[in-house]
């Protein structure tokens, strides 16, 4: 069975050409791990992120579980240089991953240590993940995290957003905000969108899919890459780095390119970069590390 119901057309998204189940095997990222197998890959991931989120709370200046909103699962977890004033310094969001339906804040501290260690306060950002919460309400959560920092840090120097994977796709819907409603304009300098998938539809003939329940309508609602080309860069020389690993899917890897066409043709300060031997979960493990290319990059950037 062809996901599309028949031959594809010309022009059409590869994916649409696919068997059922070659789809489900192209958006399962811990069946393209190479140095691991899928279960332990997915292991190390969720082993390594608490590692990392233990070390954060125990070495740098905190406050946890700050709430942004009123629901349960609104609340973020932010991280001080141990020197620094908390107001006049760069500060970088992160969007965990787990296909908006796994993961948590209390588990993706990936890279406190390496950019605190730079003076940048780092906010982890907890969100609703299904089936309690619907992805329109994790996008709204997304949004009003961003607008919670913006307000209570606003002689910040700076806000750069990264997500990984889901959060990547959380990350670059914010391209997209209308932040008039939020009554706060915040001050964004960058954005960092890792692994992501940026075009839903494929999502909805997934096994992704029971427990996000998307119709079409909600996945070409919530598709940046359908959306970011009918808006209008807010800054356009605001950057935006689009980043895959090597060992990505196919799929992961058309997703991150079309979307970098789609940004440059857009007007947006665009960038690609293909991350050399790692995959879907190293891709963002590696931040733990000061060194790892992806760190220097997000520092670079920073900082520049």
């Known amino acids: 069975m062809e996901v599309s119901g028949g031959a594809g057309l010309p022009g059409e998204a590869p994916w649409k050409k696919m068997s059922a189940e070659e789809l489900e095997h192209q958006y399962l990222p811990s069946r393209w791990a190479v140095r691991l197998g899928a279960e332990e890959a997915l292991r190390t991931y969720s082993q390594i992120g608490i590692e990392a989120t233990v070390r954060a709370r125990a070495t740098w200046k905190s406050l946890l579980h700050v709430p942004y909103g009123d629901g349960d699962g609104e609340r973020v977890d932010i991280y001080f240089p141990n020197k620094a004033a908390e107001g006049g310094l760069p500060f970088f969001l992160f969007f965990h991953g787990g296909y908006w339906q796994n993961g948590s804040k209390d588990q993706s501290a990936f890279m406190v240590d390496p950019l605190a260690a730079q003076g940048v306060a780092v906010v982890i950002v907890g969100y609703d993940i299904a089936p309690k919460g619907t992805l329109d309400q994790m996008v709204d959560q997304v949004t009003r995290s961003v607008a919670f920092v913006q307000k209570r840090y606003p002689s910040n120097e700076g806000i750069y957003l990264c997500g990984h994977s889901a959060g990547a796709h959380l990350a670059a819907m914010m391209l997209l905000a209308d932040w008039t409603k939020h009554g706060v304009t915040p001050n964004l300098k960058g954005f960092f969108l890792v692994s992501g998938v940026f075009d839903l539809e494929p999502m909805v003939y997934t096994s992704q899919n029971v427990a996000l329940q998307l119709t079409l309508e909600d996945a070409r609602r919530n598709s940046p890459q359908l959306k ?63 060194d790892s290319t992806l760190t220097q990059i997000i520092l670079k950037t920073i900082f520049q």
Request: net charge negative; proline share 6%.
């Open 228 to 290: 970011v080309a009918q808006v209008q860069p807010a800054d356009p020389a605001c950057p935006v780095l689009v980043v895959v690993g090597q060992f990505d899917s196919p799929e992961f890897h058309r997703q991150s390119w079309e979307f970098y066409q789609t940004l440059c043709q857009g007007g947006w300060k665009a960038s690609f970069e293909k991350l050399r031997d790692v995959d879907h979960f190293e891709i963002i493990e590696i931040v733990t590390q000061k």
